[in-house]
């Protein structure tokens, strides 16, 4: 399973990226969702929002909720996460991964392997 992303950048507080990611195996990506986890400096990954190709069924982490948007095209096993209203908190390292839904929420190191990883991408929010 190969997922490629795409997006993200320098951008000032109070801006907006998109990031994308596309899952490159039509064999699971019905059955899983696909969405972003990122990791800041001095500090574990974090699950930040999530979206079933299948139905839409969508996750965001409280830090995010009412700022990103996150959607899908589900003929190009794509997703997409609009991202508004950044601030230096959301500077990360963004990984794009699919997996079951469910683990967006409860992510754990030891959840590793349940996911298929993408390429991190550089988010850096500052004047």
């Known amino acids: 399973v190969q997922l490629q992303a795409s997006g993200g950048g320098l951008v000032q507080p109070g801006g907006s990226l998109r990031l994308s990611c596309e899952v490159v195996s039509q064999s699971i990506v019905d059955h899983y969702a696909i969405g972003w986890f990122r990791q800041a400096p001095g500090k574990e990954r974090e699950g930040v929002a999530a979206i079933m190709v299948s139905d839409g069924k969508t996750y965001y982490s409280d830090s995010v909720k009412g700022r990103f948007t996150i959607s899908r095209d589900r003929a190009k096993h794509t997703a997409y996460l609009q991202m508004n209203n950044l601030s230096s908190d959301d500077t990360a390292i963004y990984y794009c991964?699919?997996?079951?839904?469910?683990?967006?929420?409860?992510?754990?190191?030891?959840?590793?392997?349940?996911?298929?990883w993408g390429q991190g991408t550089l988010v850096t929010v500052s004047s």
């Open positions: 991964a699919t997996g079951f839904l469910a683990g967006w929420q409860k992510y754990s190191p030891r959840y590793y392997n349940d996911f298929y």
